[in-house]
């Protein structure tokens, strides 16, 4: 007696009427996928142009695809040294070590910071590393009066995890932390923008 196999994606046979035998294949079943897929700001003056430094990707992605001459350059002498996949690899690690939604928060501070630097015509080879001014300027003129001091601290945390990635020096200091103190002072509070919102 022959052991007979069942297989749900072997051929089905039909006999035709005329006795020509047609036999359909089945469908391979297909994997589910769930591709994030990059969206743009809802507000057109929060879009940044996308180019070949900055392509248009999702938000966690932007640490390790938004490139700037400094970290470009800094890539290229690592290959004197290693193969491109361990240069590759420890960007990626890197990225993973904050939590997702963590890191989707620091992102948001990138992607503001950048904007910054285009609405002022800041060249690239500025914004990487950048002096402090910079920093400290982006803090006073970019979220004065309308961000936490919980939410600058992580945009900033995002701006220098993106530092560190492209092993940029990181200049924020005494007078960055004085920006970011003095700032928040100027926020208003929860009540305040509840009695706003109902005006």
Known sequence: MSDICH????PTCMVHSSGVVHCAIPPLPQPELHQKCPRFASNPQHHIIPNHLHPHVSVADCFTSWLLPYSIAHMNAELSC???EIIIHRHLFMACCVLPNTLK?????LSCFMKFCHNFRIPEVE???TLELLLSAFVT???AGSVSKGMIKTWLLGIELWYHINDAPWLGGAVLQQAVKGSTKLAPTSSLIQILYQI
């Open 105 to 109: 928060n620091n992102a948001a501070g």
């Open 82 to 84: 290693f193969l491109p």
């Open 127 to 129: 914004c990487m590393p």
């Open 141 to 143: 003129s970019h979220s």
């Open 7 to 10: 297989n749900p994606h072997a």
